[in-house]
């Protein structure tokens, strides 16, 4: 599977632009602050109807614009082609159509084009709080699981209500016995996030060891593991247990949306253990892994967006992953890059590979 044509309009720095895709590797080369990495948010945004940043979508709207529009064309294979726009609109609902048709929901659309996005800040992962690892996880079950992804919405949704309901009470009791309705109304989508996030950690695992030898060449034993409070007692006694707390608290402090992935090096965490060179090796097979996952589990190669990698990454690491991400094991890359020699230079030593440059400058593209 892979992209075919993008075209942006009034899209973040971009009027109105159309590029013609390689099927293989596009390269953005540009000063920084051009707008290479919007095309990269484009292409995410086609993937997965919203920006890979977490902003919400109001900040793509070019500034001064009411909205803005985006249309892909991808080829599914040799006899299947999709036509897919996403419109936004200030203040309005976000429309997403394929082949003509908008989504009653646009969860429908996530994982018809399967996406793993490798940024600079991805040592969040490692480094910072729980929820970049959960986003992680979710990330990824999304894209292979529609079920997954109705859950998650829902669950977040009654939090969000239950989280109200204890800001409403202020300490108070409960008289009404409306948060044990909430929480009898979680368990369901709790249940399912909870295994599929088990039986995801497994394979997982597996795909992480094998990315890792191949990125680092190392012979360190990494780990991952699942942690949830649900391992421990079921959910209504969660619940139960920490009710009171929460009522002092006024938020829900138990849940899955507590849970976590802890990452150990050679038995030890990893964040105190590694060096840098090894969480950096670490943090990008933990993406590759991501990718392999999203091929298994949706029979469709996924794309690959390589955002700044030359800046953030030293030269061995870079050439040691494109030289894996450029091999047949991968399908259609993109990568943004601020010195118009370096892509070149790396790509040179692969010169059967189908690749496109494009110059960007100032919102606009040439190339
Ligand atoms: N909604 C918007 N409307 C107009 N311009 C925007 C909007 N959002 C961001 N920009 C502009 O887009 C530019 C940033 O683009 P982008 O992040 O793609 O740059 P880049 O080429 O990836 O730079 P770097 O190499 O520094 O990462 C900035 O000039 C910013 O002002």
Same mark, same amino acid.
């Given at each position: 599977?892979?992209?075919?044509? &993008?075209?942006? @309009?009034?899209?973040?720095?971009?009027?109105?632009?159309?590029?013609?895709?390689?099927?293989?590797?596009?390269?953005?080369?540009?000063? /920084?602050?051009?707008?290479?990495?919007?095309?990269?948010?484009?292409?995410?945004? =086609?993937?997965?109807?919203?920006?890979?940043?977490? /902003?919400?979508?109001?900040?793509?709207?070019?500034?001064?614009?009411?909205?803005?529009?985006?249309?892909?064309?991808?080829? &599914? !294979?040799?006899?299947?082609?999709?036509?897919?726009?996403?419109?936004?609109?200030?203040?309005?609902?976000?429309?997403?159509?394929? /082949?003509? $048709?908008?989504?009653?929901?646009?969860?429908?659309?996530?994982?018809?084009?399967?996406?793993?996005?490798? +940024?600079?800040?991805?040592?969040?992962?490692?480094?910072?709080?729980?929820?970049?690892?959960?986003?992680?996880? !979710?990330?990824?079950?999304?894209?292979?699981?529609?079920?997954?992804?109705?859950?998650?919405?829902?669950?977040?949704?009654?939090?969000?209500?239950?989280?109200?309901? &204890?800001?409403? =009470?202020?300490?108070?009791?409960?008289?009404?016995?409306?948060?044990?309705?909430?929480?009898?109304?979680?368990?369901?989508?709790?249940?399912?996030?909870?295994?599929?996030?088990?039986?995801?950690?497994?394979?997982?695992?597996?795909?992480?060891?094998?990315?890792?030898?191949?990125?680092?060449?190392?012979?360190?034993? +990494?780990?991952?593991?699942?942690?949830?409070? =649900?391992?421990?007692?079921?959910?209504?006694?969660?619940?139960?247990?920490?009710?009171?707390?929460?009522?002092?608290?006024?938020?829900?402090?138990?849940?899955?949306?507590?849970?976590?992935?802890?990452?150990?090096?050679?038995?030890?965490?990893?964040?105190?253990?590694?060096?840098?060179?090894? &969480?950096?090796?670490? +943090?990008?097979?933990?993406? =590759?892994?991501?990718?392999?996952?999203?091929?298994? !589990?949706?029979?469709? @190669?996924?794309?690959?967006? *390589?955002?700044?990698?030359?800046?953030?990454?030293?030269?061995?690491?870079?050439?040691? *992953?494109? $030289?894996?991400?450029?091999?047949?094991?991968?399908?259609?890359?993109?990568?943004?890059? @601020?010195?118009?020699?370096?892509? @070149?230079?790396?790509?040179?030593?692969?010169?059967?590979?189908?690749?496109?440059?494009?110059?960007?400058?100032?919102?606009?593209?040439?190339?």
């Amino acid at each position: 599977m892979y992209l075919s044509s &993008l075209t942006l @309009t009034q899209f973040k720095n971009y009027g109105s632009q159309q590029l013609e895709l390689s099927p293989r590797l596009n390269c953005f080369v540009g000063p /920084n602050g051009a707008g290479k990495t919007n095309l990269l948010e484009a292409v995410y945004y =086609l993937c997965m109807g919203k920006s890979h940043t977490g /902003n919400p979508d109001q900040y793509a709207i070019r500034h001064g614009e009411d909205g803005s529009r985006l249309e892909g064309i991808f080829l &599914l !294979d040799a006899s299947e082609r999709d036509k897919t726009v996403v419109k936004l609109r200030k203040r309005q609902r976000k429309v997403i159509e394929r /082949n003509g $048709t908008p989504y009653d929901r646009l969860a429908d659309h996530v994982g018809r084009y399967p996406v793993v996005i490798i +940024v600079p800040d991805d040592s969040a992962l490692v480094l910072e709080g729980s929820e970049v690892r959960r986003r992680l996880i !979710d990330n990824s079950l999304s894209q292979t699981d529609p079920a997954y992804l109705n859950h998650l919405i829902h669950y977040n949704r009654l939090l969000a209500n239950r989280n109200a309901l &204890l800001k409403e =009470l202020a300490g108070r009791s409960d008289t009404s016995g409306l948060l044990s309705v909430y929480d009898q109304q979680l368990e369901p989508a709790a249940t399912y996030l909870h295994q599929r996030r088990q039986s995801f950690s497994g394979p997982f695992t597996e795909l992480l060891l094998e990315a890792y030898a191949a990125i680092s060449g190392e012979k360190e034993q +990494v780990e991952l593991r699942y942690k949830s409070q =649900l391992e421990e007692q079921s959910w209504a006694a969660l619940m139960e247990a920490n009710r009171e707390k929460d009522r002092v608290l006024q938020r829900t402090t138990a849940g899955i949306h507590r849970d976590d992935l802890v990452f150990s090096q050679d038995g030890h965490p990893l964040r105190r253990v590694a060096s840098q060179g090894q &969480l950096k090796s670490f +943090v990008l097979s933990l993406k =590759l892994a991501q990718y392999r996952l999203l091929e298994r !589990d949706t029979q469709r @190669t996924p794309i690959l967006l *390589l955002d700044d990698i030359f800046d953030k990454l030293d030269q061995d690491r870079v050439r040691q *992953l494109l $030289t894996l991400v450029l091999g047949s094991a991968y399908g259609q890359v993109f990568i943004s890059d @601020t010195d118009p020699e370096r892509v @070149t230079q790396l790509i040179e030593g692969n010169p059967a590979l189908d690749w496109r440059r494009f110059l960007v400058a100032d919102g606009r593209v040439t190339g």
